[in-house]
């Protein structure tokens, strides 16, 4: 595991001595960088993620409490949401903003999109799976999904497939049905236009802007997949739409998060921009253990973290932002007392507040049966000259996603004539691009991977992978220990509601 991290951080430290040097495309340049991805790619092929214990032996409290810090905010997790949270609390000079994350700076290596499928094997990614599932999973070892997650500056944001999809307008207006003034459609946009740099072809501005942190654009490598499907969907009778725009239903081509074909994680876009800024500190390898609580008054006060095997405290004096994402913000308030009571008792720990934490998950299943493979065959050209075009102008195979087109559709199913109930997501190569691709992604089984997929390997295909946007089963996150280094239980119920299968 220390080899690991090691390795990581020496990916990682990489980045000022490349960026030191004016930017030249040298022979050496291309080199040194080939030889970085190669590294990643190591890492990602030894890396065997696994939880970690905490042992109390190992970490003096009374010491963490002597050098306690102080603070105005203490913002746990730098993903989508807390990076965000951090930039916009630190424009405030008077306060001061720390941010602790359990994860690694992200590294140059990364930032080629079609490094993605690499990263989910590395400690980029927390490698957390479901409990066995009876109706969904089935093709997953022990009939466990992968549940993705990301561990570094940017968040899931640094390893995600970099679609730019905000929902449609109908999923905001039912949040605010729901009791949530201020999350309805028209109250959000505004805000998705304030973070948005839009550097499409064709955009409509009553939906998109620019001048935002968030780079958005089209996929830099034109795919004749691409065009083939949104033709298909054409004599199908779907419209081609613009993916964030005015119409719900359609075909479209993926905007992406992306900026000039490289990815643009939401650290990239808001903690790097304000790292100038004295009264914020960006921690990264820091762990929250406990949100620190007063039992009486129930107020927040501070929060306990390991960074590099020591613990320490920080104290804050005004509020503290739990964003650590669908998994581990419930896992934290429920390691911290804030929880359903007989759970956090059976476990040892004090119930400060008893609360259906952890008892709503929600999560998107995906189909990824429907293969198709075509006639043609397609060179992706020579790995060095690749990487020369995407160093160059962020052009090419290096550029790519993995995501080629969506559709955005209506079932006979569906009750609601106007949104759609049914994503599609085309994939180009996906399953056929070895077993080890499968795994990182989707921890499919060997004998399923042989039986379906082993046979169109380096073919040229796509796969369409059917989303469900809007599942009705709810899942939980509960702690499996009171040790806040263990991995929590996570357990999806997929397609247990029967309306949806
Ligand atoms: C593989 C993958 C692909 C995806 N693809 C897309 C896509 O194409 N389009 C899209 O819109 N969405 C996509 N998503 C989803 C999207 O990335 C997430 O919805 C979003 O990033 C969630 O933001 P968040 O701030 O809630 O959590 P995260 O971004 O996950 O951030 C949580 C952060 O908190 C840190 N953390 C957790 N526990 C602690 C702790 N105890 N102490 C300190 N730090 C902690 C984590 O390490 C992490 O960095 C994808 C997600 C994944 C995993």
Same mark, same amino acid.
């Given at each position: 595991k220390m080899l690991q991290i090691t390795n990581l951080l020496a990916v990682c430290l990489l980045i000022p001595v490349i960026f030191s040097s004016p930017f030249e495309l040298t022979e050496k340049y291309v080199k040194d960088f080939q030889d970085g991805i190669d590294r990643l790619v190591e890492v990602s092929d030894k890396t065997i993620l696994q939880e970690e214990s905490y042992k109390p032996e190992n970490y003096d409290e009374e010491a963490a409490l002597k050098d306690a810090e102080e603070f105005d905010f203490i913002v746990i997790g730098a993903g989508s949401s807390g990076a965000v949270v951090a930039n916009r609390l630190s424009e405030v000079p008077e306060w001061k903003v720390l941010v602790l994350e359990a994860g690694a700076p992200e590294s140059l290596?990364?930032?080629?999109?079609?490094m993605r499928n690499i990263l989910? @094997?590395?400690?980029? @990614?927390? *490698?957390y799976k479901s409990e066995p599932q009876e109706k969904a999973c089935q093709g997953a070892n022990d009939d466990r999904c992968n549940i993705n997650t990301g561990r570094a500056l940017g968040g899931s944001s640094a390893i995600s497939k970099m679609i730019y999809t905000r929902g449609s307008g109908k999923d905001y207006d039912t949040w605010a049905d729901? *009791? @949530?003034? *201020?999350?309805c459609y028209k109250d959000v946009l505004p805000y998705f236009k304030k973070s948005e740099d839009a550097h499409l072809h064709k955009f409509d501005r009553k939906y998109h802007s620019q001048g935002g942190p968030l780079n958005v654009e089209e996929p830099q490598h034109n795919s004749k997949l691409r065009e083939a499907f949104l033709q298909a969907g054409q004599e199908l009778g779907y419209k081609v739409i613009e993916a964030n725009g005015e119409e719900p239903i359609g075909v479209a081509t993926p905007q992406l998060v992306t900026k000039g074909g490289r990815r643009s994680s939401v650290s990239r876009a808001y903690l790097e921009t304000a790292k100038s800024r004295k009264n914020l500190s960006v921690r990264p390898f820091s762990q929250v253990t406990q949100i620190l609580i007063a039992?009486?008054?129930?107020e927040a006060n501070g929060v306990k973290y390991v960074h590099k095997g020591k613990l320490f405290i920080a104290k804050s004096k005004k509020e503290i932002i739990v964003s650590a994402g669908a998994i581990n913000s419930p896992q934290l308030l429920m390691l911290s007392g804030i929880g359903p009571k007989e759970h956090l008792e059976s476990l040892g720990l004090e119930c400060i507040q008893d609360l259906a934490v952890g008892n709503n998950l929600k999560d998107h299943v995906v189909f990824l049966g429907m293969n198709l493979v075509s006639n043609e065959t397609i060179s992706e050209g020579d790995q060095k000259e690749n990487l020369i075009s995407w160093l160059k102008d962020g052009k090419g195979p290096l550029s790519q996603t993995g995501v080629e087109a969506l559709a955005f559709l209506k079932t006979d199913a569906s009750k609601d004539a106007k949104h759609p109930d049914i994503k599609f997501i085309v994939v180009p190569h996906a399953m056929n691009l070895g077993y080890d691709y499968a795994k990182r992604e989707y921890n499919i089984r060997k004998e399923l991977y042989d039986s379906i997929w082993a046979a169109n390997e380096g073919k040229l295909g796509c796969s369409i992978f059917v989303v469900l946007?809007?599942?009705?089963s709810t899942g939980t996150v509960r702690l499996h220990t009171k040790d806040p280094l263990n991995y929590p239980i996570i357990n999806g119920n997929y397609l247990t509601d029967e309306e949806q299968v």
């Open positions: 290596y990364a930032q080629p999109p079609s989910l @094997n590395t400690p980029y @990614n927390w *490698g729901l *009791g @949530n003034d *201020g999350w039992p009486h008054t129930k946007p809007h599942p009705k």
